[in-house]
């Protein structure tokens, strides 16, 4: 039964509340462990106990830090780390030009730095190099470096690799292997095909904080001093937010212990995007994906390719700052090139009406937003979605997946089929490079590959409601008590609220594309609401001329801090009238 009654919302969608079984176990949750019902509910739907409550919590990176030595060749890789900082050797670090790769690549950097060491930053140029190592580079490098670190790339250039003779290669990556490995001293990645995948959730930063936990063991039985690998964890959060790697299991340690970390402020790089980005509060993760990380990935899309990087492994304050206003203006033009390209894409994607696979390809489409607006289409259709920018006859495009279907190795399987030039990823993100000539076909074949993973998704389109709430009920003690049952992300969504029967009080737009709407209940302050993006879609102007009518509103709660005072509000998902 519709939660609410809600069929057919303003969106078209349908809302469904929870279960009974897990209302059950929510409501014994709260009584057993003494906890708002609202917390309860996370808690019994993230599959805690009621002696598990104060665990989950309160997470702690020692009772969750998995052994790095669990994944194969961690030895070879910290040994060799460590034997090259201490005896001064020339490294290279070659990192992927996303925020994972970027963070990965400071990460490094900062652990050399406090030994006294620095290393060769390389980042590839996307559009004249494109991703992971080449031959060009690995070869320059190899000539003048006794080590190469692969960060975010490397696990399935075997060519590249193998032009780095003389040099010693190290790959620490997270995408998906192939059947055999390239020719490296170590490949550290826990979706190598001979993993058992049990920490495949990590994004690279994450593998590379593991190697550098190891070889922080190695340091101490050498007697020689370790670097403060807590301080570190900001970079960590970082990239696993922005990566959109599932926050489970250490990755929600991660990112909770990181965003502590961050709001210290000792870090040059991210007090500077923080500022710009006008973030006037303690960071939460919601800030790291959408404030951020498309900042840090500006850069890579549509400048120069290491500025992200450079950001956030920068020491000095004033230098960070004017990378990080660089990063903020090319992050304006990324996203007024981004808007021309989602247009076009999504009239085609409507025009195509493939019910499996929303995709698109444009002559002269920017390759550093085929990403992002691969994900704008997903959102759109709820499908697994890819954006192909042509130039020269060969296609550069992006995927985005949607959950339960694995799209990295569906692609993977297209380049081993030999309707791509390359392909690779994970499960809800890909690169690709395919002929002109061959995009229709290709993208026939993926959708027939996705066919059965999607026939075994159900309610897509429906809009989880996890309880209702009253406005008198949303205060910041309240979020506060449910951000300890965060971060909230990727396989860990935040809790959404319905807030029935409410009154709209006034409702305008802010700039061109969003809501903000204030609401109230009789006898209770009004809420505001902001919906991202509302006049893009019918939500938007449905409720633009709302003041005066009553509707069901459904979204998440967030705290603003403006001036030194807490606003609570609703990020808004969606309406329906009453």
């Not at 004017?322 to 076009?344: G, H, K, P, S, Y």
């Not at 026939?455 to 406005?471: C, H, Q, V, W, Y």
């Amino acid at each position: 039964m519709a939660f609410l009654g809600i069929e057919s919302s303003l969106t078209g969608r349908r809302w469904i509340g929870p279960e009974a079984d897990l209302e059950r176990r929510a409501e014994g949750l709260a009584q057993q462990a003494g906890l708002p019902l609202p917390v309860a509910r996370v808690l019994a739907d993230r599959g805690v106990a009621p002696d598990g409550c104060d665990g989950f919590l309160t997470p702690r990176l020692r009772d969750l830090l998995p052994d790095p030595l669990a994944l194969r060749d961690m030895a070879q890789a910290a040994e060799r780390l460590v034997e090259a900082a201490v005896q001064g050797q020339r490294i290279a670090i070659f990192a992927d030009y996303d925020v994972d790769g970027g963070s990965s690549a400071a990460l490094l950097l900062d652990w050399l730095h406090r030994q006294g060491r620095e290393a060769t930053l390389y980042i590839p140029d996307r559009i004249d190099e494109g991703y992971g190592p080449n031959v060009p580079a690995m070869t320059g490098l190899a000539a003048a470096h006794d080590l190469i670190v692969c960060v975010d790339c490397g696990t399935l250039s075997h060519e590249a690799l193998a032009a780095a003779a003389g040099c010693d290669v190290i790959v620490l990556d997270h995408h998906l292997g192939g059947e055999t490995l390239p020719p490296a001293l170590a490949v550290v990645n826990p979706n190598r095909m001979d993993e058992d995948g049990s920490l495949g959730h990590l994004c690279a930063a994450g593998v590379v904080f593991l190697t550098l936990v190891q070889a922080g063991r190695v340091l101490r039985s050498r007697g020689l001093p370790e670097p403060d690998l807590m301080s570190m964890l900001d970079l960590v959060a970082l990239a696993t937010v922005a990566d959109v790697a599932p926050l489970v299991g250490v990755n929600r340690a991660f990112v909770r212990q990181g965003l502590a970390i961050m709001a210290r402020r000792q870090r040059p790089g991210l007090v500077a995007l923080s500022d710009i980005a006008r973030l006037d509060g303690p960071p939460a993760a919601f800030h790291l994906g959408f404030l951020l990380g498309p900042r840090i990935n500006a850069g890579g899309r549509v400048g120069r390719a290491d500025l992200g990087a450079l950001c956030l492994s920068c020491r000095d304050p004033h230098r960070a700052d004017a990378l990080a206003r660089q990063l903020d203006e090319l992050n304006r033009d990324r996203r007024a090139i981004e808007a021309a390209v989602r247009d076009e894409a999504l009239a085609q994607v409507e025009a195509r009406g493939e019910p499996r696979l929303s995709w698109a390809a444009g002559a002269g489409w920017h390759p550093g937003v085929v990403g992002i607006v691969a994900a704008r289409v997903k959102e759109a259709t709820d499908l697994p979605s890819v954006v192909i920018g042509v130039e020269g006859g060969i296609g550069k495009g992006s995927a985005r997946s949607v959950p339960g279907v694995d799209l990295g190795r569906a692609i993977q399987r297209l380049a081993r089929e030999g309707l791509l030039l390359k392909g690779g990823g994970h499960e809800m993100a890909a690169g690709l490079t395919v002929e002109e000539a061959k995009i229709a076909l290709a993208m026939e074949r993926l959708a027939e590959l996705i066919a059965p993973d999607l026939a075994g998704r159900t309610g897509g389109r429906d809009l989880r409601i996890s309880g209702l709430l009253e406005p008198q009920g949303a205060t910041p003690a309240m979020f506060r008590m449910l951000e300890d049952a965060g971060p909230f992300g990727q396989a860990a969504p935040a809790p959404r609220f319905a807030f029935a029967d409410q009154l709209i009080d006034s409702a305008a737009t802010m700039g061109d594309r969003h809501l903000r709407l204030q609401f109230r209940s009789p006898s209770a302050p009004a809420l505001e609401a902001v919906a991202w993006g509302a006049m893009d879609g019918p939500l938007g102007p449905s409720l633009i001329g709302a003041r005066g009518r009553r509707f069901h509103l459904a979204g998440k709660l967030e705290l603003s801090t403006w001036g030194g005072r807490e606003r609570l509000r609703l990020r808004l998902d969606d309406a329906a009238p009453v």
